[in-house]
């Protein structure tokens, strides 16, 4: 609560909002929806009411579904104040259709320049202006398993693709479901992750995150789609249009060995004991760190209690005691500097050591809209049809050509 105290001491507004002289209502469209996620909305949700604003929340099931909303509304000429999500590509679209906030005011009476690592600050930017606050750093490329459901097999956990592939081999045998995906489209783009790091390694996917058509359209990506393919058969038949809460839960409840999700899959393990009753490593064949900012995107408006609201808000995301205590619950990693390793556990300390050692990439969902719609278009595509492996490949590539 100091850093907050002294942003509003330094931006001279303190005595405004304390005292009331305006309604800071900000109406925050979201899709935390998970347990992790939900807590540490909260904790954004505390900090910001115990500085006099009150909350307002319009829930989503996805991403895409939120930002759809947020532009509807803007159009409409009510908008919601922020809007969360990865920050990135799809954020840009914002600010390119000349629907974002400039927060330069904010920025410069809260020093965030020296807040944020630089990379992350960038992800809060638009051509140079910030246009949203990062809060999370998360790590995507993650691999769940029931160790009960590996030790009842007699199998050991995977490290190398050969080792996944006969572990798959083996779980199919004794009965399970040895891969749980669900039915969405970017489920399957997130197990795909784990598909070009076997198939190509942290170059590799960062060349085809970027665009590069050499290496979209290469050898290489045919043996991902072929290796893909090949996963298809062990997963259930009850995967169409299967939630992703619902799919982790059978991994949680020993139906399943294996799921690819993100840190937000942790908080349905609940009082199971992570290192004995399950485990989440990242791409246990890859050194790579698959890496999104996740946070806040403002959007313009010309009202001034809206604009009050979002300075207010503003200064309860970027204070670092809430941000980490926020990260904590989430089981993820804060965006701000100066973070202690020691205040995090299980999931979030192995993705800060990964991160310390390992090559970090920019995740697809970070991207560009044209970029992250045709890799997501093509994946379920491939995954739910009849196609082979090179025209899996020649379709994506013709799609990032198109976009």
Known sequence: MKTIKRYFATAGIAAMFLSG??????D??????????AAALAVFKATYESLGGTWKESAFPSTEDSQASAKTRFLGGDPPMVVQGVLGGSTADFANAGMSADLSAYAAAGNWDELYPAGLAASGKHNGTWVSVPVFVDTVNWLFTNKSVLDAAGINEP??????????QALKQHGVIPLAIGGEDWQETVAFDHILLAAGGADFYERVMSGDL?????????????????IREFTDEGKAGRSWNDTNN????????????????TGGYGEME??????????????????LADGFHFLKSDNAGDQEAQRLFAAALTDPDTQIEAAAAKGTLP???????AKFSGCATKAVSRMNSGKTVTHWNARSSGLKSALKDTVTAFWNGDMSAAEGRDALLAAVKSN
């Not at 002289?21 to 900000?26: G, N, Q, V």
Request: negative net charge.
């Open 21 to 26: 002289s305006l309604y800071a209502e900000t």
């Open 28 to 37: 925050v469209s979201h899709n935390w929806n998970a347990e992790g996620e």
């Open 159 to 168: 490290n190398s693709w050969r080792d996944f592939i006969f572990s798959l």
């Open 214 to 230: 050499d290496a979209i359209g290469s050898g290489t990506m045919v043996d991902a789609f072929t290796k893909f393919s090949f």
């Open 250 to 265: 059978l991994v949680v409840s020993g139906k399943a060995a294996y799921i690819f999700m993100g840190p937000w899959a």
């Open 274 to 291: 992570e290192g004995k009753d399950w485990s989440c490593r990242l791409t246990p064949w890859s050194e790579a760190v698959a890496a």
């Open 335 to 341: 965006a701000v500097k100066g973070a202690d390793p």
